[in-house]
């Protein structure tokens, strides 16, 4: 079995994109490959074939692989709550809120979960790509590492180091971290991985050959900049939108502190009608046709910091100018009457009055509803499929709940989601991943406000399958072929 870990001079340096793109190279090479992330901290998540709750990077690198997400492949999930507190899920299951100083001091116990699940993929798999996170030169993070070179030392795993010359310091990056780590982990890196550069490569030869020459280390490719490339997004917000098309839909969505899948909305920013944007909080809201209450990992807080800014009144003047509203999951929870959360799931117990726009209220418990869901939506006097899944702690109930537009088919039997307005004019659900669906996104721009009666196709999953080739064939051709011979050896 081979293995190989990704690790990054900085967050966001391309680890989950080099990742993804190698296990889809070597699955076009016959290779049985799978990802692997010993700890990951994101509040963007998935819920895997197995029932349980992953990194949303992590279910990518799967389809990359041609795989179904399992827990094993992210055996640490945190979703922070604060700034100094996070949920800790534990394969796929919840364990409950840890202050960081506490959690500092489960590591090693949870170094045992990260190990089992390793054992377990390596019994399966000719080659796990290991993720890193953030970088393995964090001084004060070192003890009981689980995340970067202390899971490599445990495992004799080799590593290579990503570093995003987009950013500058390309250089000082690659050697700085090599110089904080210690000599065995020094000897663990086989080469350095350059991404995201533009421009002539015979320009920064000089620099690659100085870096090879001081560190003994060779550089194993440069990778190009990408335009108009888009994967699922571990954590970071972008605003940034594909351009061309005529824009017929403006769909506005308020950052929360703590925002949670947020690539909820990945089909709205790329679809070429739609003009997307995320926006501030305490900034103005213009005029637009739909706005959508995101989730959130602290429902109750990011609430607050809605009725802060004055979210009832730009919600009271955007409806009464004849735009709609969507809640999703928090968002859900927040247009209703209150939040009450007795024992103190998201921080100190206590609850919170609502937007009050639906007849429902929400009380958050323990048991967390981790669900992947299919059914019928019901809306425009029309019914399709849809798709999608839960991810809440949240019990809602209410005349409101009584209007759910989602007819659910699962394990239980056929149960009902969802909530839609007298006039029509403001929908919640719990549903994640709705716009993933073509036809329930068509059918949700028709009720927005669409200006044509024909939106633009738009298939989530056939342009990650789009990104995802374009991946491999772009490492096919600037990475190390002998590099990647080694790599695919069985």
């Known amino acids: 079995m081979n293995c190989l870990m990704v690790q990054g001079t900085t967050s966001d340096a391309g680890k989950s994109t080099l990742v993804a793109g190698l296990a889809r190279l070597l699955k076009k090479r016959g290779v ?10 994101a509040l963007n998540s998935a819920v895997t074939a197995d029932g349980g709750e992953i990194g949303r990077s992590q279910a990518l690198q799967a389809q990359a692989c041609g795989l ?14 604060s700034d100094t507190s996070a949920q800790v899920i534990i394969h796929g299951r919840a364990l ?3 202050q960081a100083l506490d959690y500092h001091a ?16 390596r019994q399966q798999y000719d080659c796990i790509l290991v993720e890193g996170a953030g970088s393995p030169a964090e001084i004060n993070l070192r003890e009981n590492d689980i995340a970067n070179m ?3 030392e445990a495992v004799d795993c080799p590593v290579i180091l990503v570093a995003d010359i987009d ?11 090599l110089e904080l780590l210690s000599p065995s982990e020094r000897a663990r890196v086989k080469g350095f991985v350059i991404n995201r550069f533009r421009g002539d490569l015979s320009l920064l030869q000089p620099g690659l050959d100085w870096l090879e020459q001081k560190t003994g280390k060779p550089v194993l490719g440069v990778l190009p900049y990408l335009a108009d490339f888009f994967l699922d997004a571990e954590d970071a917000i972008h605003n940034a939108q594909r351009q061309g098309g005529a824009k017929l839909l403006k769909v506005i969505v308020p950052v929360l502190p703590r925002i949670s899948n947020h690539t909820d909305f990945d089909p709205l920013r790329l679809h070429p009608q739609v003009d997307f944007q995320y926006l501030s909080a305490a900034d103005e809201l213009p005029p637009c046709d739909l706005v959508i209450l995101p989730g959130s990992k602290n429902v109750r807080a990011d609430l607050q910091h809605l ?3 004055s979210w009832r009144n730009k919600l009271d003047r955007h409806l009464r100018y004849g735009g709609k509203v969507l809640g999703i999951c928090g968002g859900l929870q927040m247009l209703g009457e209150f939040i009450d959360d007795p ?8 609850h919170i009055t609502g937007l009050g726009y639906l007849n429902y209220s929400t009380e958050l418990l323990e048991d967390k509803k981790l669900h992947n869901r299919q059914g019928q939506l019901t809306l425009n006097n029309l019914s399709v499929p849809f798709t999608g899944y839960e991810i809440h702690c949240g019990a809602t109930n209410g005349p409101a709940m009584a209007s759910g537009v989602f007819k659910v088919h699962g394990e239980e039997g056929e149960t009902r989601d969802g909530s839609l307005s007298e006039d029509g004019n403001i929908l919640a659900t719990y549903m994640h991943g709705l716009f993933d669906h073509p036809e329930t996104l068509e059918q949700l721009l028709l009720w927005a406000g669409f200006a044509s009666q024909s939106p633009a196709q738009f298939d989530l999953n056939t342009h990650r399958e789009a990104q995802l080739e374009r991946l491999a064939e772009v490492f096919e051709q600037h990475l190390d072929k002998s590099w990647l011979a080694s790599l695919a050896a069985q």
């Open 106 to 121: 489960y590591k090693a116990t949870a170094k045992n979960a990260v190990l089992a699940s390793f054992d377990r993929l």
């Open 32 to 41: 049985r490959v799978a990802p692997f992330k010993p700890q990951n901290m």
């Open 96 to 98: 409950g809120n840890m």
């Open 167 to 177: 950013r500058g310091g390309v250089f000082a990056h690659l050697v700085g971290t």
């Open 343 to 350: 024992n103190g799931m998201e921080g100190t117990p206590g």
């Open 150 to 152: 202390g899971f490599a």
């Open 68 to 81: 179904d997400s399992h827990t094993d492949m992210n055996p640490v999930l945190l979703k922070p709550a």
């Open 307 to 309: 009725l802060d800014n």
